[in-house]
T-cell receptor, first 115, second 116 residues
Framework: AQTVTQSQPEMSVQEAETVTLSCTYD???????LFWYKQPPSRQMILVIR??????QNATENRFSVNFQKAAKSFSLKISDSQLGDAAMYFC????????????FGKGITLSVRP | GAGVSQSPRYKVAKRGQDVALRCDPI?????LFWYQQALGQGPEFLTY????????KSGLPSDRFFAERPEGSVSTLKIQRTQQEDSAVYLC??????????????FGEGSRLTVL
């Protein structure tokens, strides 16, 4: 079984500042994928960024980047130049490439952005 | 359509009633997933379809839950004899990929079920 832990239920950031959302995971598999999903109040989840476990280079998508520490099983999301539209729930998720794998989500973190 | 469409968006049911939730995935998407999201929690996997085949239903919480996708496009999640603990948002997601592992999931807005 795999688990994903997001220990911070809420975070707040000033507009234009940088914020880091934490995530740890636990899987015994060697080949897996990690994701950050954003869920705005309308509840439609959208993919923010993904990371393949076999890649050492941290994924980057515009203002979003990850710090992937495979040995520590840590996968944090950094949002630079925060914007009001970044306010949402953010979910970290993981699945491994094995039979009957399931995309496992953390409990999420609510990010608010102060103008 | 342009995105994953779910209906109804909101459903209130009396305990013991049967409900049916519909998911219309993005045209051509092979993979379809159902998730249950309780208030304040992350989504929990329910079931997975590849075309019309239900390949994994291990997340369905009881035999009161049933899902189908008879023609490989629209899917219906049915809950029989609803209980209060069934109250949640039910999310549908689809993916173009044949493999359940590599494709980006596109989510619908969800169906919020409240059981009184």
């Amino acid at each position: 079984a795999q688990t994903v832990t997001q220990s911070q239920p809420e975070m707040s950031v000033q507009e234009a500042e940088t914020v880091t959302l934490s995530c740890t995971y636990d899987t015994s598999e060697s080949d897996y994928y990690l994701f950050w999903y954003k869920q705005p109040p309308s509840r439609q989840m959208i993919l923010v960024i993904r990371q393949e476990a076999y890649k050492q280079q941290n994924a980057t998508e515009n203002r979003f980047s990850v710090n992937f520490q495979k040995a520590a099983k840590s996968f944090s999301l950094k949002i630079s130049d925060s914007q009001l539209g970044d306010a949402a729930m953010y979910f970290c998720a993981c699945f491994y490439t094995g039979a009957n794998s399931k995309l496992t989500f953390g409990k999420g973190i609510t990010l608010s952005v102060r103008p | 359509g342009a995105g994953v469409s779910q209906s109804p968006r909101y459903k209130v049911a009396k305990r013991g009633q049967d409900v049916a939730l519909r998911c219309d995935p993005i045209s051509g998407h092979v993979s379809l997933f159902w998730y249950q999201q309780a208030l304040g929690q992350g989504p929990e996997f329910l079931t997975y379809f590849q075309n019309e085949a239900q390949l994994d239903k291990s997340g369905l919480p009881s035999d009161r839950f049933f899902a189908e996708r008879p023609e490989g496009s629209v899917s219906t999640l049915k809950i029989q004899r609803t209980q209060q603990e069934d109250s949640a948002v039910y999310l549908c997601a689809s993916s173009l990929a044949l493999s359940r592992f590599t494709g980006e999931l596109f989510f619908g807005e969800g169906s919020r079920l409240t059981v009184l």
